[in-house]
RNA sequence: CGGGGUGUAGCGCAGCCCGGUUAGCGCGCGUCGUUCGGGACGACGAGGCCGGAGGUUCGAAUCCUCUCACCCCGACCA
């Protein structure tokens, strides 16, 4: 059992903290506002890359790579996407520096100053539509279909880990077409490639849908996102998608020779998701002993544990858990064999119950004896007693129901969490005393979206795709209404 | 950036109000022994410029001023 480490009744977010830290995905760094990311963490989020980017590829996109500095003068190009960002971007100013001539210590070189301020990118729009223009003259260099896994950084105020830090790792896609309605597709296609990796790889359903006008990304037209709910009955944007029309292509002057023999300025969309998704992770699955791990994410999907007491039984129990590691490795299984004489078997029982190791073999004397093995789902937390022969067999199995167990608590859990309100008093009672989604009314306009976040802090998280149209009022105003919308307290 | 809080050993804390021996405790760490199927136990041991800079004082972890960092709550956001 996990002691001195908080429950997500008594305190959710220092529950949080505790797993980052005490399962050793990451921790502070000297630097405000950014983190550091531990060999364990940084695995899952090679992990959700491999996936992703294989995604990637399958869709036809190629990787790239662009410029961390971004001319200052190119951020101004768009008017929305400058009033967005211009809040948080850090700023290069020179590009030296000096040992301080009153003293000890080193300096900025005021002497060199940069004829034009560079600003360390909180996305790459600006930079790659300026290189863009550069790569399309015809309709016979569309599309592109780019995608950069980079780092990048906005200056938030307040950081969590995982969820938002100053700096972080993401991939962003940018892509140009032709036409509008092939740049929609595109965009809509990459919104169900990461609902696809949400829900088999990350096992947390997701909704999809687009923003409304207030939590559209700036410079797009249109911002289609997925939307998880975590335990705590906040909601998660997990990922966005964005159809950015034509503006990013007339800002930077990017047009193409059609077919048709007429100047046209291409169509644009762009894409991503980040680590944050490791803090998605961490809040839709981890319970009171610790983090809880989807097989498919896990950097190690099974760990054994050998037990013995002599020398003589170390020898005979290592051994045997060795074959059994070449076993299912040769299976494809990722397994981690702890033969580490300097812990005991129960503390490293919980160390790995910590971690989220999915499924946990432990192998003493008697199983040597017997053909047997002990086997512990986390999930579920069930021990077991099966017969060492078939293992791959077993174990694949278990890493199968332990990925679908995971995938259908959290779809129980959202469906349980999520609400219908007709009336403010219902919509209040709902966020104030249970969370999660709530599908209600709205008049449609920005203002009331903007009253109800600043009485309740509930924004409107999407608005469904293929929603059914319903007629009603809106629950705040009262106005009209033809369709529900899902609100939410966010992360 | 506003309001509140915290900085003392690797981690978690006590001591601070009311200044005065050698700054404690738990976990962790090292050595040795007994242990090992759910966080073992004993003995011995190592580890601190009390966040930083100034000041008050015979004397500062303790009082005063400034500063830096982190945490929580707001405004902003993936």
Same mark, same amino acid.
């Given at each position: 059992?996990?002691k001195?480490?908080?429950?997500?009744?008594?305190?959710?977010?220092k529950w949080?903290?505790?797993?980052v830290q005490?399962?050793?995905l990451? =921790?502070?760094?000297?630097?405000?506002?950014c983190?550091?990311?531990?060999p364990?963490?940084?695995?899952?989020?090679?992990k959700?890359?491999?996936?992703?980017d294989?995604?990637f590829?399958?869709?036809?996109?190629s990787?790239?790579?662009?410029?961390?500095?971004?001319?200052?003068s190119?951020?101004?190009?768009?008017?929305?996407?400058?009033?967005?960002f211009a809040k $948080?971007?850090?700023?290069v100013?020179h590009?030296?520096?000096?040992?301080?001539?009153d003293?000890?210590?080193?300096?900025?070189?005021?002497?060199a100053?940069l004829?034009?301020?560079?600003i360390?990118?909180?996305?790459?729009?600006?930079?790659?539509?300026d290189?863009?223009?550069?790569?399309?003259?015809?309709y016979?260099?569309?599309p592109?279909l780019?995608?950069?896994?980079?780092n990048?950084v906005?200056? $938030?105020?307040?950081?969590?880990?995982? *969820?938002?830090?100053a700096?972080?790792?993401?991939?962003?896609?940018h892509t140009a077409?032709?036409?509008?309605?092939e740049?929609?597709e595109?965009?809509?296609?990459?919104?169900?490639?990461?609902?696809?990796?949400?829900?088999?790889?990350?096992?947390?359903?997701?909704l999809?849908?687009?923003?409304?006008?207030?939590?559209?990304?700036?410079?797009?037209?249109?911002?289609?996102?997925?939307?998880?709910?975590m335990?705590?009955?906040?909601?998660?944007q997990?990922?966005?998608s964005?159809?950015?029309?034509?503006?990013?292509?007339?800002?930077?002057?990017?047009?193409?020779?059609? @077919?048709?023999?007429?100047?046209?300025?291409?169509w644009?969309?762009?894409?991503?998701?980040?680590?944050?998704?490791v803090?998605?992770?961490?809040?839709?699955?981890?319970?009171d002993?610790?983090?809880? *791990?989807?097989?498919k994410?896990?950097?190690?999907?099974?760990?054994?544990v050998?037990?013995y007491?002599?020398?003589? @039984?170390?020898?005979?129990v290592v051994?045997?858990?060795?074959e059994?590691?070449?076993?299912?490795?040769?299976?494809g299984?990722?397994?981690?064999?702890?033969?580490?004489?300097?812990?005991?078997?129960?503390?490293?029982?919980?160390?790995?119950e910590f971690?989220?190791?999915?499924?946990?073999?432990?192998?003493?004397?008697?199983?040597?004896?017997n053909?047997?093995? =002990?086997?512990?789902?986390?999930?579920?937390?069930?021990?077991?007693?099966?017969q060492?022969?078939?293992?791959?067999?077993?174990?694949e199995?278990?890493?199968?129901d332990? @990925?679908?167990?995971?995938?259908?608590?959290?779809?129980?859990?959202?469906?349980?969490s999520?609400?219908k309100?007709?009336?403010?008093?219902?919509f209040?009672?709902?966020l104030?005393?249970?969370?999660g989604?709530?599908?209600?009314?709205?008049?449609?306009?920005?203002?009331?979206?903007?009253?109800?976040? $600043?009485?309740?802090?509930?924004?409107?998280?999407?608005?469904?795709?293929?929603?059914?149209?319903?007629?009603?009022?809106?629950?705040?105003?009262?106005?009209?209404s033809?369709?529900?919308?899902?609100?939410?307290?966010?992360?």
């Amino acid at each position: 059992m996990a002691k001195d480490f908080s429950t997500r009744e008594e305190n959710y977010s220092k529950w949080y903290n505790d797993i980052v830290q005490r399962a050793g995905l990451a =921790e502070n760094s000297a630097v405000r506002g950014c983190m550091v990311i531990k060999p364990y963490g940084y695995a899952i989020w090679e992990k959700m890359q491999a996936a992703l980017d294989k995604m990637f590829k399958d869709t036809g996109h190629s990787n790239a790579y662009f410029p961390i500095f971004i001319p200052k003068s190119f951020f101004s190009k768009e008017a929305a996407h400058v009033e967005g960002f211009a809040k $948080e971007c850090a700023v290069v100013t020179h590009y030296r520096l000096k040992n301080d001539p009153d003293g000890k210590g080193i300096v900025v070189d005021e002497d060199a100053k940069l004829e034009e301020e560079l600003i360390v990118r909180p996305t790459s729009e600006t930079i790659i539509w300026d290189t863009y223009r550069n790569w399309v003259q015809s309709y016979r260099d569309l599309p592109i279909l780019i995608n950069q896994w980079a780092n990048v950084v906005r200056w $938030e105020m307040r950081t969590r880990m995982f *969820l938002r830090t100053a700096e972080f790792l993401w991939q962003e896609g940018h892509t140009a077409h032709a036409t509008r309605e092939e740049a929609v597709e595109e965009t809509e296609r990459m919104l169900d490639v990461y609902a696809d990796f949400a829900e088999n790889f990350m096992a947390i359903p997701v909704l999809k849908g687009t923003k409304s006008a207030n939590e559209r990304f700036a410079g797009a037209v249109e911002t289609y996102c997925i939307e998880a709910l975590m335990q705590d009955g906040k909601a998660l944007q997990a990922g966005t998608s964005h159809f950015l029309g034509q503006n990013f292509a007339k800002a930077f002057d990017v047009k193409f020779a059609s @077919q048709e023999g007429t100047l046209e300025h291409v169509w644009a969309t762009s894409w991503g998701v980040s680590t944050r998704l490791v803090g998605a992770l961490i809040m839709a699955h981890s319970d009171d002993h610790g983090l809880v *791990l989807p097989p498919k994410l896990a950097p190690n999907q099974v760990v054994i544990v050998p037990i013995y007491k002599s020398a003589d @039984q170390q020898n005979l129990v290592v051994e045997k858990a060795r074959e059994i590691q070449r076993q299912l490795q040769k299976a494809g299984i990722s397994v981690k064999l702890d033969d580490r004489d300097t812990y005991k078997p129960g503390w490293k029982f919980n160390e790995y119950e910590f971690k989220g190791v999915p499924v946990r073999i432990a192998i003493g004397p008697r199983d040597v004896e017997n053909g047997t093995l =002990e086997l512990a789902r986390r999930d579920t937390l069930q021990k077991e007693i099966i017969q060492m022969k078939g293992i791959e067999q077993t174990i694949e199995k278990m890493l199968n129901d332990i @990925q679908e167990n995971l995938y259908r608590k959290a779809l129980e859990f959202r469906e349980r969490s999520t609400y219908k309100a007709d009336t403010w008093d219902e919509f209040i009672d709902i966020l104030d005393n249970k969370g999660g989604f709530i599908l209600a009314h709205w008049d449609g306009t920005a203002e009331t979206e903007q009253k109800i976040k $600043e009485e309740t802090k509930a924004t409107i998280r999407l608005i469904p795709l293929n929603n059914i149209p319903e007629e009603g009022k809106c629950i705040f105003t009262g106005k009209p209404s033809s369709q529900r919308v899902v609100f939410a307290r966010a992360y």
